[in-house]
């Protein structure tokens, strides 16, 4: 099959998988983040941009830095 391996062809799978992943990984967390944080002051938006400009590691930082904080504080 177009001249791979058995091995190229997991490792390329593989990458496959993990990019979708982080794909839907980055989309919850946006989502989450439009919907769920509150709109005191600019921090839903600051958070957006982040999470737009900086991608995978926006939703991580995101991820562990506010959103914890957040389900804490309203309980979301």
Same mark, same amino acid.
């Given at each position: 099959?177009?001249?791979? $391996?058995?091995?190229?062809? @997991?490792? /390329?799978?593989?990458? #496959?998988?993990?990019?979708?992943?982080?794909? %839907?990984?980055?989309?919850?967390?946006?989502?989450?983040?439009?919907?769920?944080?509150?709109?005191? $002051?600019?921090?839903?938006? @600051?958070? /957006?941009?982040?999470? #737009?400009?900086?991608?995978?590691?926006?939703? %991580?930082?995101?991820?562990?830095?506010?959103?914890?904080?957040?389900?804490?504080?309203?309980?979301?």
């Amino acid at each position: 099959m177009f001249g791979l $391996g058995s091995t190229e062809l @997991v490792f /390329i799978l593989t990458a #496959v998988v993990i990019g979708v992943l982080c794909i %839907i990984f980055w989309i919850w967390m946006l989502v989450d983040c439009a919907l769920n944080e509150p709109s005191e $002051g600019n921090d839903k938006i @600051v958070w /957006i941009i982040i999470i #737009v400009f900086a991608q995978l590691i926006g939703a %991580i930082i995101y991820f562990f830095a506010r959103r914890p904080k957040r389900m804490a504080e309203l309980g979301k």
